[in-house]
């Protein structure tokens, strides 16, 4: 499985942005999708995730519940997270991640990882 992550960029504070992930190759084994970020010096962490399959069941961390929506589109083969109300303290690289087996807020759940995408967001 290949994942390509894109739509990151420099935006005010407030403003917002839709990020993509598209994924190529085996994609029939992957149960779950899910977005991650990481600020520089610090770990990598959850943002939201949603499974692939049937009905939408999506989770979200704590800094992102009310400002962002993550979202697919399965015949697109794509997953995206868009974000409202951006603050500074969402700069980061963000990561898109598919799991083959569990919807989850671990990093360690998470088999394959796209190569990130800066957003930078402005005061």
């Known amino acids: 499985v290949q994942l390509q992550a894109s739509g990151g960029g420099l935006v005010q504070a407030g403003g917002s942005l839709r990020l993509s992930c598209a994924k190529s190759?085996?994609?029939?084994?992957?149960?779950?999708m899910g977005w991650f970020r990481q600020a520089p010096g610090k770990d990598r962490e959850f943002v939201a995730t949603?499974?692939?399959?049937?009905?939408?069941?999506?989770h979200y961390a704590n800094s992102a519940k009310g400002r962002f929506t993550i979202s697919r589109d399965n015949a697109k083969n794509t997953v995206y997270l868009q974000m409202n109300s951006l603050k500074p303290e969402d700069t980061a690289v963000y990561y898109c991640?598919?799991?083959?087996?569990?919807?989850?807020?671990?990093?360690?759940?998470?088999?394959?990882w796209g190569q990130g995408t800066q957003v930078t967001v402005s005061s």
């Open positions: 991640a598919a799991s083959r087996s569990v919807l989850s807020g671990s990093l360690y759940n998470y088999d394959y």
């Open positions: 190759g085996r994609t029939f084994s992957i149960y779950a």
């Open positions: 949603i499974n692939w399959n049937g009905g939408s069941t999506t």
